[in-house]
């Protein structure tokens, strides 16, 4: 029953850092490696994913584990996709950006598996 409760819980937390906390600043410059905006963004994946870790297993360094290594990962992947896109000048308009933002989906929820899976190790 935990796998689904994690499960659950990094779904919850993905669409509460990426559409409620996440600001017009960072989503217009994450094609800009270290912005500040963007560290701030990787940051609420981070942090909130602690969280996660940090409910279903109290454990506290385990949860700042994995909340670090969220922050980096999702800052990384949120880059590559982003900066893709604004290289080759894709909008909202082009197949391409829709490709690279569900890949860029996906690999978020990969991050998320991969993390369960570690956990329930």
């Known amino acids: ?7 659950l819980l990094f779904q919850i937390k993905h669409c509460i850092a990426d559409f409620f906390l996440q600001s ?3 989503v217009g410059a994450k094609h800009v490696y270290m912005n500040r905006a963007n560290l701030v963004h990787a940051g609420h994946h981070g942090w909130l994913s602690g969280v ?3 409910i279903v297993t109290q454990q506290l360094s385990l949860a ?3 909340a670090l290594a ?3 990962i999702h800052l990384h992947i949120d880059w590559v996709k982003a900066s893709t896109v604004y290289k080759k000048k894709w909008t909202i308009a082009d197949t391409s950006f829709w490709w690279a933002f569900g890949f860029d989906q996906l690999l ?6 991969i993390f369960t899976a ?3 190790v």
């Open 64 to 66: 700042i584990l994995v």
């Open 1 to 7: 029953m935990t796998i689904i409760w994690l499960i």
């Open 24 to 26: 017009g600043q960072s």
């Open 52 to 54: 996660v870790v940090f």
């Open 70 to 72: 969220d922050w980096v």
């Open 108 to 113: 978020h929820q990969i991050t998320y598996l």
């Open 118 to 120: 570690l956990l329930l």
